[in-house]
């Protein structure tokens, strides 16, 4: 253990070392927080000798849950293995597997995603002839269950009796969508005192990684579980909270305080990630936000190149000034070392075009996830209806995929027998002699025979179904990528028993609809091209993030909602990301924003370089304005184009106060 604590400066050792009790590390950008909490992990079993199956360790990432417990089994060993470490979610599906018959499920419940709550929620609005839009209508029940807000306390009747529907026909179907994993666990906490109490003695402690990041439901939660111990050390950064869209609440981090009035808190605030230009123009900009906790980033690494801040004319020649970099950047740089970030998906369209003209390699992450291409949710519908037959919405996706001739009439003919009989679409095939579904009722039998080991039963699927060999009749190309999609699918599977020791259909199911693009993401032999939001966690040796201009970043959305603070906070994520260089672009003319962006007028100059469009204007003094600002007279004189050094506004602006500098500009 003494060498491990030699691996860590100061702060980060008193943190490991800290005593029991509520404890707060401030983890600044690129701070070493990860390893704070895996080193305090490593502590309480090596020198506390904590048993390990008494520490709870939680994450919001599958891939951030994997790598801690890879390097802890590295420092320990395979004592580890009783150890509890995953997501919120995860964590809260390993809890129900265990206790969700006292809630009306049974333990192979299947857990629905955003699509399959979508298509339940349009059927119920089409049903009750509502008028709401169904993706809207997830949005705000999604928002009710984070809130623990039940159907009788949510306002309106039609939003009511929708919420109430569907959650009804997720109890019937056997199923729970994510925001269920959370707010039934507080169910069974709360209705079931003895069931709280076994885990809330059993977690002696209790770690939680990225904790600005937590919403209402999963803080409650914690609260159940450190009930009695109080052991609870989390690690966050404010500056760096940026999911309020998902119903993460900052005021858990702001306010642990208030909560925990006992708290020990440490700052983390030595980064080891990024040059001294970058940080710089880092914590100019995020010191403009007034609801933070102050920190100041440092480092031993030297100042680096500059910030480069590019303006550009049109967004075309900004996406062609990207490429420009990437096509440079990589002459020194792995192409995987590279990242070009914007505030929102259809901002890619034009730099992936140039890239293409400069035969440049790219990945877009975040794209169509894998678990959601339609090849993969069709053989994933077969092995949920394999452990869990009630599970209706998978059932309507694969009755007639491949085509078996189970036409609309043969389907109205079988819902209507499960809607008179109350019963699921599976039993219901017991009361049918049409021919189609008989023999579909006989297959379904035969593959829940081959469930017993998920590597037999994905193969069973795939070979019995004629699902393989409908694609490969086809012929067409889409469908021969779909195939390669399945070989990755089993590999994927093959690997996960590998890896996990379990060969259960429903562990394996648990485990993957809980997954994300970025749990898949690692680093390749192309550039990166990803949204701020899903480049959290990364870091790349460039950065190159695009668009930074008001009505996108910030987003026009968000300062309509008060958000100001948050879109800063998503630039700042942006910018933390970078290792060695940071390009920050912008065009003037964009007709979906309103010029440069107000956060450049915020992240300062030292360190940084201008460099702007080859149109430029004339300096001038101006009483309100001042001296060295670049004009470019508009509109036979009566509008100017005002160029501050670090952004660029339009006025309709009196010109006579315009005074002729001693150089000759005006």
């Known amino acids: 253990m003494i060498d491990i604590l030699q ?66 089994k590295q420092m320990l060993g395979e004592r580890i293995k009783s150890m509890w470490v995953g997501t919120f979610h995860s964590i809260c599906a390993r809890i129900l ?9 049974t333990r192979d419940y299947s857990i629905y995603d955003e699509e399959d709550r979508e298509r339940i929620i349009k059927r119920i609005i089409e049903q009750e002839e509502l008028r709401i839009s169904p993706g809207q209508a997830v949005k705000i029940i999604s928002r009710l269950k984070q809130g623990l807000i039940s159907p009788d306390e949510c306002s309106g009747d039609e939003l009511a009796c929708l919420y109430s529907r569907y959650n009804e026909k997720l109890k019937e179907n056997n199923a729970m969508d994510f925001d269920d994993l959370l707010m039934n666990t507080i169910r069974l906490f709360e209705n079931h005192p003895a069931v709280k109490e076994i885990y809330a003695r059993r977690f002696l402690h209790v770690l939680v990684d990225e904790y600005q ?49 006992d708290v020990k808190i440490y700052k983390l605030e030595r980064n080891y990630r990024s040059t001294g230009n970058i940080l710089k123009v880092a914590s100019n900009l995020v010191a403009h936000n007034r609801g933070r906790k102050e920190k100041v980033l440092w480092t031993d690494a030297s100042d680096g190149e500059p910030v480069m801040v590019i303006e550009k004319e049109t967004e075309y020649d900004e996406s062609l000034e990207v490429a420009r970099i990437v096509e440079r950047e990589l002459e020194r740089t792995p192409p995987g070392e590279i990242a070009v970030l914007y505030r929102a998906n259809y901002l890619s369209r034009s730099i992936e075009e140039a890239l293409r003209r400069k035969n440049i390699p790219y990945r877009v992450v975040g794209g169509i996830r894998f678990y959601e291409r339609k090849e993969i949710k069709d053989v994933l519908s077969y092995l949920r209806i394999m452990v869990n037959p009630r599970d209706d919405e998978s059932m309507l996706r694969i009755i007639n995929t491949p085509p078996r001739g189970i036409g609309k009439a043969t389907l109205r003919n079988l819902l209507d027998i499960a809607e008179e009989r109350k019963i699921s679409l599976f039993d219901a095939l017991e009361f049918t002699d049409i021919p189609a579904l008989s023999s579909f009722r006989s297959l379904l039998h035969e593959l829940m025979d081959e469930k017993e080991d998920v590597r037999d039963a994905v193969r069973a699927v795939l070979n019995k179904t004629g699902y ?93 909602e008060g958000n100001e603070e948050e879109e800063r906070r998503l630039f700042y994520v942006g910018i933390t990301r970078a290792k060695k260089r940071l390009y920050i672009l912008y065009s003037r003319a964009r007709g979906t924003s309103w010029g440069p962006s107000r956060f450049l007028g915020e992240i300062g100059r030292e360190g940084v370089k201008f460099v702007g469009s080859p149109e430029r204007g004339r300096r001038v003094f101006h009483p309100y304005y001042g001296e060295g600002i670049v004009i470019r007279v508009e509109d036979g004189g009566r509008k100017i184009t005002v160029d501050f050094g670090t952004f660029t506004k339009k006025f309709i602006v009196d010109l006579a106060p315009l005074k002729f500098l001693d150089n000759g500009d005006y």
């Open 7 to 72: 691996e860590l400066n100061e702060e980060q050792r008193r943190a490991v070392l800290c005593e029991d009790g509520p404890v707060l590390i401030l983890a600044g950008a690129g701070s070493g927080k990860t390893r704070v909490l895996t080193y305090r992990i490593a502590y309480l079993i090596g020198e506390r000798n904590v048993p390990p199956g008494r520490i709870l360790a939680m994450t919001f990432t599958n891939k951030a849950a994997d790598e801690m417990k890879e390097r802890l």
């Open 97 to 105: 597997r265990e206790h969700a018959e006292r809630l009306g499920y």
């Open 213 to 261: 990041d937590t919403n209402r439901a999963q803080y409650v939660i914690l609260k159940h579980i450190t009930s009695i111990h109080r052991n609870l050390f989390v690690v966050g950064d404010d500056d760096q909270s940026i999911y309020s869209f998902r119903g993460a609440e900052i005021r858990n981090i702001l306010d642990f305080e208030k909560d925990f009035p």
């Open 468 to 560: 393989l060999s409908y694609l490969e009749e086809s012929g067409k190309e889409e469908d021969l990528n779909r195939i390669e999609n399945l070989e990755e699918l089993v590999s994927s599977i093959d690997e996960w028993v590998r890896r996990t020791g379990e060969t259960s259909v429903s562990s394996y199911l648990s485990t993957i609809s809980l997954y994300t693009e970025i749990d898949r993401w690692d680093k390749s032999e192309m550039v990166n091209l990803m949204t701020l939001h899903n480049t959290k966690g990364l870091e790349f040796e460039v950065v190159i993030i695009t668009g930074v201009e008001d009505g996108i970043l910030p987003h026009r959305r968000s300062l309509e």
